[in-house]
């Protein structure tokens, strides 16, 4: 097999990296290669919006040049994997425009840590992944550059915000794509893709350098095909950074128990949310059945009560608006962004610039956000909505004395086709089984387990953890993987290699 024909984007961290110890290719052809498949096939799905091929090129150097001296090992972790990165992460000298117009012409100035944390450890920037605006919705249609298509069904969205990220690695284009959670970024495009999707706890992963949505609220996590990747990922990309104050330092291979199995482990299941309204026959028969699975391997079910997490859209819808306001404040077209030319004043600068430069959801939350913080409603709505992030995050530390983990479905529907979703309240539905950690800051992850038998689409599952020990949910996911199998290359893609 030539090595343009390798399938380097549908391999494993470890295949690539045996591939490349044996000398079958080097780093230098699996850059190469990655570029020229991303070039021909995405051109159908539209995952990236930038292609770095002189960076990968750049990067293959190094590796290759390790493995002459005669150690893979030194060039780090993930030496020579293709990785692709969502385009709200900065990375030197490449656009970073959160898929708006107000930023499509910034460039970078710098690296974000998580971005830099992946380069350090040897891996193949490929280039930046589309998503919703500023992270603002569930299935990248508010994309300025156009939407992302699923690479399992054309028709269907693949989920969002990261759906640039998650249609990459479902369509073997890179083995693994870093994206950010704010709500369900990474966890329900995963989901809609057929992937696994990591929203490690708050904390694990610095976000200096990441174009903040919700500064309370978002996260930075892999997306890959195995279990095992995305541990091997977030090994790279995890602990303390001097430049997030929230960062932690944690010295935790995540890899450590997959093997172990989960004999002995308590799962938590919430009786509530398998009968929340909305939840479809399909995604509710994948997730029991996964549930069984876990305890025909050895654990022990428990039922749990969340009473406070459905309070948690509402509150979320509060909380992240706010945020979201004060954090694109930011983008006044005097600084960096979009400026609307011939105006006399600036008011009136400032007025055009941010109508058009923003897109119709950004809009929408900017204007949500500054009416919640306004005198006389700020009392009303965020006090309150900070209250009720206490009794979940209570909630939540009430169950896990009782489980170790705790499994959900992640949406309560397989991938919907576009435009079939207009009302935005529908569609922040979508996110209604995910937004409760991110409210409490616990780690969660979507691990699929097989097909709607309606929709014949990909279903994942929900697996949520106590905060910082997200070793728990990959000792659960790894279980999973080993019934339901890794992921497989979407089928619209599986014969493009």
Same mark, same amino acid.
């Given at each position: 097999?030539?090595?343009?024909?390798?399938?380097?984007?549908?391999?494993?961290?470890?295949?690539?990296?045996?591939?490349?110890?044996?000398?079958?290719?080097?780093a230098?052809?699996?850059?190469?290669? /990655?570029?020229e498949?991303?070039?021909?096939?995405?051109?159908?799905?539209?995952?990236?919006?930038?292609?770095?091929?002189?960076?990968a090129?750049?990067?293959?150097?190094?590796?290759?040049?390790?493995?002459?001296a005669?150690?893979?090992?030194?060039?780090?972790?993930?030496?020579?994997?293709p990785?692709?990165?969502?385009?709200?992460?900065?990375?030197?000298?490449?656009?970073?425009?959160?898929?708006?117009?107000?930023?499509a012409?910034?460039?970078s100035?710098?690296?974000?840590?998580?971005?830099?944390?992946?380069?350090?450890?040897?891996?193949?920037?490929l280039?930046k992944?589309?998503?919703?605006?500023?992270?603002f919705?569930?299935?990248?249609?508010?994309s300025?550059?156009g939407?992302?298509?699923?690479?399992?069904?054309?028709?269907?969205?693949p989920?969002?915000?990261?759906g640039?990220?998650?249609?990459?690695?479902?369509?073997?284009?890179?083995?693994?794509?870093?994206?950010?959670?704010?709500g369900?970024?990474?966890?329900?495009?995963?989901?809609?893709?057929?992937i696994?999707?990591?929203?490690?706890?708050?904390?694990?992963?610095s976000?200096?350098?990441v174009?903040?949505f919700?500064?309370?609220?978002?996260?930075?996590?892999?997306?890959a095909?195995?279990?095992?990747?995305?541990a091997?990922?977030?090994?790279?990309?995890?602990?303390?950074?001097?430049?997030?104050?929230? /960062?932690?330092?944690a010295?935790?291979?995540?890899t450590?128990?997959l093997?172990e199995?989960?004999?002995?482990?308590?799962?938590?299941?919430?009786?509530?949310?398998?009968?929340?309204?909305?939840?479809?026959?399909?995604?509710?028969?994948?997730?029991?059945?996964?549930?069984?699975?876990?305890?025909?391997?050895g654990?022990?079910?428990?039922?749990?009560?969340?009473?406070?997490a459905?309070?948690?859209?509402?509150?979320?819808?509060v909380?992240?608006?706010?945020?979201a306001?004060?954090?694109?404040?930011?983008?006044?077209s005097?600084?960096?962004?979009?400026?609307?030319?011939?105006?006399?004043?600036?008011?009136?600068?400032?007025e055009a610039s !941010?109508?058009?430069?923003?897109?119709?959801?950004?809009?929408?939350?900017?204007?949500?956000?500054?009416?919640?913080?306004?005198?006389?409603?700020?009392?009303?709505?965020?006090?309150?909505?900070?209250?009720?992030?206490t009794?979940?995050?209570?909630d939540?530390?009430?169950a896990?004395?009782?489980?170790?983990?705790?499994?959900?479905?992640?949406?309560?529907?397989t991938?919907?086709?576009?435009?079939?979703?207009g009302?935005?309240?529908?569609?922040?539905? /979508?996110d209604?089984?995910?937004?409760?950690?991110?409210?409490?800051?616990?780690?969660?992850?979507?691990?699929p387990?097989?097909?709607?038998?309606?929709?014949?689409?990909?279903?994942?599952?929900?697996?949520? /953890?106590?905060?910082?020990?997200?070793?728990?949910?990959? !000792?659960?996911?790894?279980?999973?993987?080993s019934?339901?199998?890794?992921?497989?290359?979407a089928?619209?893609?599986?014969?493009?290699?």
């Open positions: 097999m030539t090595a343009i024909g390798t399938p380097f984007g549908a391999m494993s961290i470890r295949q690539l990296q045996a591939g490349l110890a044996a000398k079958e290719f080097s230098t052809e699996v850059a190469a290669a /990655s570029i498949r991303i070039e021909r096939d995405d051109a159908r799905m539209h995952a990236f919006l930038e292609l770095t091929a002189d960076m090129a750049d990067a293959a150097a190094k590796v290759d040049a390790a493995l002459a005669g150690s893979l090992a030194d060039a780090g972790p993930l030496a020579g994997v990785v692709g990165f969502k385009d709200n992460m900065n990375l030197l000298n490449t656009h970073t425009t959160c898929a708006s117009n107000m930023l012409n910034y460039l100035p710098y690296t974000a840590t998580c971005v830099a944390y992946t380069l350090h450890a040897g891996a193949l920037p280039g992944l589309n998503m919703d605006e500023f992270a919705g569930s299935s990248t249609e508010t300025a550059f939407p992302t298509l699923n690479p399992w069904d054309f028709e269907r969205v989920g969002g915000s990261s640039g990220s998650a249609a990459a690695v479902a369509a073997g284009l890179v083995p693994v794509a870093l994206g950010s959670d704010t369900g970024s990474i966890r329900q495009p995963a989901s809609f893709c057929g696994v999707g990591v929203k490690p706890t708050y904390g694990v992963v976000r200096y350098g174009v903040a919700g500064s309370s609220l978002d996260q930075v996590g892999p997306f095909r195995t279990v095992e990747d995305a091997l990922a977030l090994n790279a990309i995890s602990g303390f950074d001097e430049h997030d104050c929230t /960062s932690q330092a010295d935790v291979d995540f450590a128990n093997a199995g989960v004999r002995g482990m308590r799962i938590g299941v919430v009786p509530a949310f398998m009968e929340a309204e909305g939840l479809t026959d399909e995604v509710r028969d994948r997730v029991a059945e996964a549930a069984q699975k876990l305890a025909d391997l654990a022990e079910l428990v039922e749990i009560e969340l009473p406070n459905k309070a948690a859209m509402s509150a979320y819808y909380l992240g608006p706010c945020e306001f004060s954090n694109l404040a930011r983008f006044d005097v600084r960096y962004g979009y400026c609307d030319p011939g105006h006399a004043d600036l008011g009136a600068q400032y !941010r109508a058009k430069g923003f897109g119709p959801e950004a809009r929408r939350r900017i204007m949500l956000g500054s009416y919640l913080l306004s005198a006389g409603v700020y009392d009303t709505y965020y006090y309150p909505a900070q209250q009720v992030r009794l979940i995050t209570q939540y530390e009430r896990f004395q009782k489980v170790d983990c705790i499994l959900t479905p992640v949406s309560p529907r991938a919907f086709k576009f435009g079939e979703i009302d935005p309240t529908q569609m922040y539905l /979508s209604m089984f995910t937004i409760s950690i991110n409210i409490a800051g616990n780690g969660g992850m979507s691990v387990v097989g097909l709607g038998a309606n929709t014949n689409l990909p279903v994942g599952v929900q697996l949520i /953890s106590p905060a910082f020990k997200d070793v728990n949910m990959f !000792r659960a996911a790894a279980a999973l993987e019934v339901y199998g890794p992921a497989p290359v089928p619209q893609f599986a014969g493009t290699h």
